[in-house]
Structure formats: C-alpha cells, structure tokens
C-alpha cells in the first residue's frame, strides 16, 4: 500500500526565503502547495516594496511554476484590517508605540491562514521564518535560528501549542541568509537576487507618519513638558515614540529625548538622555510557550525590547490575569508601551507579552 505523503502549504511572498523553504520542503518528501496571501490594498500595486504588489504577487506565481507546485491566492484583507491595521492606527492615537508584526503572526499568518490550509486539506502549514519548531516533553518549543542575525522568534512569541502543532520552518538550520541565496541561484530561481522585504508590508517606504495622516487625515497637537514646563508644541503623539530625540523641531541648549507620552492632554513628556533608560517594565498579555505558571511564580530569563537587540538577564513576575513584571539586571534603554518584550531560556522562546509601562 503507498504511503500518502503529508501535505504542507507554504506561504510564499514572493522572496527567496519562502521560495527556498517551499523547495527544501519538496526535497524533504512532502506534497508542497503555494499560497499567497492578499492582505490590504493600501500601496499602490506597482509599488516594488509593498508585500501585496503585483510584482510579489507574480514572483510568488513563476516560483510555483519552478517548483512545480499548485498555486493559490488567498485574500484575508478583512481579518488584516481587523487584526492588524485598525489596532495599528489606534495604537499610535494612544501613544503607544505598535508592533504589527507581532499580531500579524498570531491573527493571521497562523491564524487565518492556517485555517486556510487546514481547508484545502494540508496537515501543515510552512513559512519562511528563520526559526525552528520542534518537541520535547510533549511541548513543542521554538529555537532561535542557527543565523542570530536573520532569528525571527522575538516576532513569535504569541503562537499557541495548537498552532505550533501545524507550523512547520525550514530555514531554522540553514546556517545563514548566504546560504539560503546560494541555494535559490543554484536552482536558478527568478528571486534569488530578490531583497529583503521592508519592516512593515502595509506602510510604504516604512513611513508611518504619511501612512496614519492618510487614514485619520490629520494629527491632534499638543504640548512638549520638560520637568513639568510647557517648552513648546508639538504636531501630533503619532510622530513620536520613546527614546526618541531626532525630528523633535524643537530646539534647547542641551539634547532632550522622549520620556513619555500621555493620551489624555496630549502630552509630549521629554527629558535628558539619563530619563531614556530603565530597570523594571510592567507588561500584559503574557503568553509562554512550553511552560505554565500561576500568579507569583517567578523565573529567571533573558529578554529584550526590540528585534535587533541583545537578549539579557532579567526575573520574569507572573501577576493575575495575563500581567507580569520584569526585572532587568542591567538598565535598557527605551522601554515603550505598545513594544513587546520577549524572554528567552538558553536558545528556546520561553514567550512574551506587551509593555504596558516602565517602572521606578
């Protein structure tokens, strides 16, 4: 009797990532099939960056065509809006400061997408992710890719047992992005010389600024506070997050950086460059990956938070309903409400959860 072969949806961008897991996923013995998704129509479809050009749209379809793989589009664009881009908006309108790609991976690409594939009968849903999956102990967990520059966990933190059960990312091992185009020209892939794709799919050039007045059309002004003075006025909170000191258009006889941002008044908090950094952060939303813990448990981590940062040590406080605090043993500079901060124990995703504030 022939052994039916496990059939694996993979998410192709339109990138040599997606396009070199989607052929290692072949080479591995599964039955591949191509999705693309569709998620908003916010950039113009010719612009080369944007994740759901038409350019990204007809890469993704000659890869499959290279591959030898069926090919389908899938439009999510209502559950983007919902998930990602209406919480993005309204984040910003609060002073805090979004991390789309965060809820993008949770709502939608292992979320809705999956329930997609699960649809068109595929056991397992694959990505481009640098990262890897894999079991222990009946839990499954999530490793740090063997590349530490291209390590895509800090994104993945919110992922449930049931969705990592499905989730399958080949280029976790591959040793580094190097190797992933040296693979995709040996195969002579259209996309093999295809660069990186921008921070944020839905905003064009990565400028938020024009992107938010092209929804809401235009800012609320406020006040710049310096030790409780009024300094000067500022445009909007949305052009400003913290830490920030250029593009400030103010002038003063010392460099000033953004401490806090308060909704209510419209306040733009700034202080010296000493203000910027911090110990403590209070958090919610806590999600851990492969371990429960009750309200008071404590465990000893590494964390960060930003992408790009160095994980350090630091005590993760398990509080009620979803809170944590975090101790940090060394000051981090620009902790930021609406920011993840993700822990790690050795090269395993222990989880994370959302900066609600900074503490004394």
């Known amino acids: 009797m022939t052994k039916t072969k496990t059939r694996v949806a993979i998410g192709l961008s339109g990138g ?7 052929y ?3 080479q591995q013995g599964f039955e591949v099939i191509g999705l693309h998704l569709k998620l908003h129509e916010g950039i113009d479809p010719l612009h080369a960056r944007a994740c759901c050009s038409l350019d990204s749209s007809l890469d993704a379809r000659l890869v499959a065509h290279q591959l030898d793989i069926p090919f389908y589009v ?7 809006k919902r998930y990602v881009i209406d919480p993005f908006i309204q984040d910003y309108q609060s002073g805090r400061t979004p991390n789309p790609c965060v809820k993008c991976n949770k709502f939608i690409k292992f979320g809705a997408f999956l329930d997609k594939a699960k649809q068109l009968g595929c056991d397992k849903l694959a990505t481009g992710h640098y990262a890897t999956i894999y079991e222990h102990d009946g839990r499954f967990r999530i490793r740090r890719a063997k590349d530490s520059a291209k390590d895509q966990t800090y994104m993945l933190y919110g992922l449930s047992q049931e969705q990592l059960s499905h989730i399958i990312m080949p280029l976790g091992d591959v040793q580094n992005k190097a190797t992933v185009r040296r693979i995709a020209q040996e195969l002579d892939l259209s996309v093999a010389g295809a660069k990186d794709s ?3 799919c839905f905003v064009p050039d990565d400028d938020h600024i024009a992107f938010l007045k092209d929804e809401l059309g235009s800012f609320e002004a406020g006040d710049f506070v310096l030790d409780g003075e009024i300094i000067g006025q500022h445009p909007g909170l949305e052009h ?18 953004v401490t806090k941002l308060e909704p209510l008044g419209r306040k733009v908090h700034l202080g010296r460059a000493e203000a910027v950094w911090g110990r403590r952060l209070a958090g919610s939303k806590l999600n851990l990956i492969y371990e429960d813990l009750s309200p008071g448990d404590e ?6 938070i930003r992408y790009a940062q160095s994980a350090v040590p630091a005590r993760l406080t398990v509080g009620p309903e979803g809170t944590f605090t975090v101790d940090f043993k060394e000051a981090v500079r620009a902790i930021s409400p609406g920011q993840s901060v993700v822990f790690y124990r050795r090269d395993d995703l222990f989880g994370g959860g959302i900066i609600d504030q900074k503490l004394e």
């Open 16 to 22: 040599v990532d997606s396009s070199v897991a989607a």
């Open 24 to 26: 290692l996923l072949k």
């Open 74 to 80: 899938i439009n999510l664009k209502e559950d983007f």
């Open 198 to 200: 921008q921070d944020i």
């Open 240 to 257: 400003f997050t913290i830490g920030q000191r250029k593009g400030l258009g103010i002038s003063y006889q010392e460099p000033l950086y």
């Open 299 to 304: 465990r000893d981590i590494t964390a960060k």
